[in-house]
């Protein structure tokens, strides 16, 4: 969401993610690593390659008609080779009835939208969708807006797929890191919709600097929200997509 002449982007979620180093853990072999790539310190949107984020997914809605391609949904993480963490509002039709898990798909190793680019990409169906106890959608501000997906087959990890690594460090997490990234499709700097990923480095700001700046959004910042200082007319973010740091 591209907001007003500062481009702040009020996110869906907040999560504790970060690249792989000792005091992060998973449940997989590996996790957090990144292929070809040097970390990158300067803000800023970048197409990704193959392998830059590997942790990224796709959500997909099957339409009723199938002619039809996949609808693309939201953004999603790799936490284990079973299970893409995403925002609870990409699990509602319209904020209050749940979509029929069956009708999902998830896509992984995906750098362009046409699926057929990428002979690496991943599919999977989605066994069940679990949003957080406590999300109770607009009402609540979008609250606790986090919802895990359980896939019907493991991913296959590689280069190309890996999980993000996750913070067990209960004092680090209510940390706000001033420096994140996240990747997504969203709008290249031509304010149209990209057909490649993206990747984004931001500065991360505080709740109470978005809501003095953007009252209007006031309602929908609240204890698990912040924003982040994105490049003028550029955004490579997805509902559901996660910030790593």
């Not at 009020?10 to 072999?29: G, N, P």
């Not at 590996?30 to 070809?36: D, E, R, S, T």
């Not at 002619?67 to 949904?73: E, M, N, S, T």
């Amino acid at each position: 969401m591209l907001v007003d002449s500062q481009a702040l982007l009020i996110l869906c979620m907040l999560l504790s993610l970060s690249l792989a180093q000792d005091r992060w853990v998973s449940s997989e072999d590996k996790c957090g690593q990144v292929l070809g790539r040097e970390p990158r310190n300067a803000t800023g949107v970048f197409a990704s390659s193959k392998g830059s984020s590997p942790w990224h997914a796709t959500i997909y809605r099957v339409p009723s008609d199938p002619k039809r391609k996949f609808i693309q949904l939201c953004g999603g993480t790799i936490i284990t080779k079973y299970h893409v963490l995403t925002a609870a509002s990409c699990i509602y039709f319209d904020g209050c009835t749940p979509v029929d898990p069956k009708l999902y798909r998830v896509v992984v190793a995906q750098t362009h939208k046409a699926l057929e680019v990428d002979p690496d990409a991943q599919f999977r169906e989605v066994k069940f969708a679990k949003p957080h106890v406590n999300y109770d959608g607009e009402h609540l501000g979008y609250a606790a807006n986090v919802a895990l997906f359980y896939l019907d087959q493991p991913l296959i990890l590689n280069e190309y797929v890996m999980p993000i690594c996750l913070d067990r460090d209960p004092t680090r997490s209510q940390q706000l890191p001033s420096i994140l990234e996240a990747s997504g499709w969203g709008f290249d700097s031509s304010l149209t919709f990209s057909e490649s990923l993206n990747e984004g480095v931001f500065k991360a700001l505080k709740g109470n600097i978005c809501r003095g700046a953007h009252r209007r959004y006031k309602k929908y910042i609240n204890f698990d929200k912040f924003c982040i200082e994105t490049p003028k007319g550029s955004i490579a973010e997805d509902t559901g997509s996660g910030l790593v740091s």
